[in-house]
């Protein structure tokens, strides 16, 4: 891997966590009432650009993974320590703060079941998910988590995805984006072999993004600017059959476009201003923060014009990043390195 292109998926590490904070801060509430307008003027922030997050940190997750030189069993001792301890620390810190809330006299409803019907089962389950496969869009307790099960899981059977990168090469490849695009609904499964093999496909082949990206830099940002142009047209004025299609080539597009930013944001000295383990724990702590803020602007501002719920929802993704990076500076620095899986 050249340094360029190292340097530049380490500036992304700061804008695909605020790009999932840009997403979750607006799908974690249903705002009651019509806000037409108010969809239509978050579009483009929440779901065009929120949701190039997590497909841009697979993709970089399997790239990462098979350029790396170590054994099968190495790789997976490393996750376990990076990724299995700390998912495990956090969604039981998260499960012990519902337990010490139904203590004190608070019901606790999970995905629509009461915490007082709960056996032990039930309680181990959350670590895998809520309590419902959903098609399989289930999550954990703490739902973003549900990128670091599957990037676990991905580990586990990256022979596979090995021998059918190297052999059956792009054919796999298209099948597995045509499998992501006509999945309806969040297509979490898909989404996660399709740009993990994607990323998996570059160093397998021995291929630099940054270099092939920027060898098509006009074809690579014309696309960009072109399909985001059809997903938010089509979404918020000229609906068609192909929303969704649209809206899946247009988040692959993001990607290299992406990656040029970096690159050239890094060549002119605009540094990323987020520390790989502030970005894991970042990851970690927004979403309770904002949850409880999405709410509390739900439950006191219904009424509220759709200028009002675009400006609360700008003033909560800018909340909850500081919020949470000021978790991070008072941490003391042993429990860093125990949060982040040893990132910081």
């Given amino acids: 891997m050249t340094q360029r292109n190292k340097d530049a998926i380490a500036w992304l590490r700061f804008p695909l966590i605020f790009f999932v904070i840009l997403l979750h801060a607006y799908s974690v509430v249903q705002i009651p009432g019509e806000h037409a307008v108010f969809f239509k003027t978050a579009y483009p922030l929440s779901l065009w650009i929120g949701e190039t997050g997590v497909p841009g940190f697979f993709f970089i997750s399997g790239f990462l993974f098979f350029l790396s030189k170590k054994t099968y ?20 810190l998260l499960l012990a703060a519902y337990v010490a809330a139904y203590a004190l006299g608070h019901p606790q409803d999970i995905n629509g079941r009461n915490m007082a019907d709960y056996g032990w089962t039930d309680y181990i389950r959350l670590f895998w998910d809520r309590g419902s496969f959903d098609n399989g869009n289930f999550v954990p307790l703490l739902c973003p ?8 899981l991905l580990s586990v059977v990256s022979p596979l995805i090995f021998v059918l990168v ?8 298209l099948g597995m984006a045509v499998w992501w695009m006509f999945t309806p609904h969040n297509a979490f499964i898909q989404q996660s072999v399709f740009f993990f093999s994607l990323g998996a496909y570059f160093s397998i082949h021995e291929r ?13 940002i014309s696309l960009c600017i072109v399909l985001g ?25 993001n990607i290299p476009a992406l990656f040029l930013l970096a690159d050239y944001c890094v060549r002119h000295g605009f540094q990323s201003p987020l520390l790989t383990g502030a970005a894991f724990i970042v990851f970690s702590i927004h ?9 509390g602007c739900a439950h006191y501002f219904a009424q509220a014009n759709d200028a009002v719920q675009f ?16 978790f991070y500076q008072l941490l003391p620095h042993s429990l860093r390195n125990l949060l982040s899986g040893n990132r910081s």
């Fill in 166 to 173: 190297r052999y059956v090469r792009e054919l796999f490849l």
């Fill in 145 to 152: 988590y549900w990128y670091i099960r599957n990037l676990l």
């Fill in 311 to 326: 400006a609360l929802y700008l003033g909560c993704v800018v909340a909850v990043t500081a919020l949470s990076l000021l």
């Fill in 229 to 253: 142009l059809a997903d938010i047209i089509t979404h918020v004025a000229f609906p068609t059959p192909f929303n969704l299609q649209i809206h899946r080539m247009a988040l692959i597009a």
């Fill in 73 to 92: 069993g190495d790789k997976l001792r490393s996750r376990f320590h990076t990724l299995l301890v700390p998912y495990i620390i956090w969604n039981t």
């Fill in 208 to 220: 630099v993004p940054l270099i092939m990206f920027s060898q098509k830099k006009k074809l690579t």
């Fill in 287 to 295: 979403y309770p923060l904002i949850v409880m803020m999405r709410k």
